[in-house]
């Protein structure tokens, strides 16, 4: 296992453009999170799962945003109608079930133009 | 609402000092906290994570500790080398099991 894996690494689209972004966790993690970071800010958490179930969203996640993981693998976050303010790196990490450490992936960095 | 403050924002120094990063957090109640490398455009490397129980963490040239009852954490790096040039993020863990991070500290360090 490679760790977390995050496609596409880049992704530059046009304002009102939908897109959509793949994390896939370490095999044996059951919790997923998705973060956002803008340039020089620290990550600011958007929503995680247990398994397929979405346990939390951040009000930062507004209606234009979905996240799924169906079947408790693989996740995906999808942001349609997209904004300049999308602009910024997404981040997925994963973890065990637990207060145990998380581990980030690469991150896809969005360009909205 | 829990805030987490990195200080100092920027550091820059020559290789081989010893060097220490400070995070502070406004609500004790953390399961954990975590110190993380990143570097540009790049994603998040773990350091080190320290459970609410304890007091510290060590791996190689690098200490944490954490008192939980101030606030306080604490990277310490010894003997710098360039290749420590990054930013070097905190996070606490939180009972909704969510990561608050804090804004960073960007290290250089020339040779």
């Known amino acids: 296992d490679t760790g977390v894996s995050q496609n596409p690494r880049h992704k530059i689209t046009k304002r009102g453009q939908n897109v959509t972004f793949r994390c896939d966790p370490i095999?044996?993690?059951?919790?997923l999170y998705w973060y956002r970071q803008t340039l020089g800010q620290g990550p600011e958490f958007l929503t995680y799962?247990?398994?397929?179930?979405?346990?939390?969203k951040s009000r930062l996640l507004s209606d234009r945003f979905s996240a799924e993981r169906p079947k408790g693998s693989f996740s995906t976050l999808e942001i349609q109608r997209t904004e300049q303010g999308d602009s910024a790196m997404y981040l997925c990490a994963s973890s065990l079930e637990g207060h145990l450490e998380a581990f980030f992936g690469q991150g896809t960095r969005l360009t909205v133009v | 609402k829990q805030e987490v403050t990195q200080i100092p924002a920027a550091l820059s120094v020559p290789e081989g000092e010893n060097l220490v990063l400070n995070c502070s957090f406004t609500d004790s109640a953390i399961y954990n906290l975590q110190w993380f490398r990143q570097d540009p455009g790049k994603g998040l490397t773990s350091l080190l994570l320290?459970?609410?129980?304890?007091r510290e963490q060590t791996s190689g040239r690098l200490n944490a500790s954490l008192d939980k009852s101030s606030g306080r954490s604490t990277l310490y790096i010894a003997a710098s080398q360039p290749g420590d040039s990054a930013t070097y993020l905190c996070?606490?863990?939180?009972?909704?099991?969510?990561?608050?991070f804090g804004t960073g500290t960007r290290l250089q360090v020339f040779p």
């Open positions: 320290i459970q609410s129980s304890q």
């Open positions: 799962f247990q398994n397929e179930a979405q346990l939390e």
């Open positions: 095999s044996e993690h059951n919790r």
């Open positions: 996070a606490v863990k939180v009972g909704t099991d969510k990561l608050i």
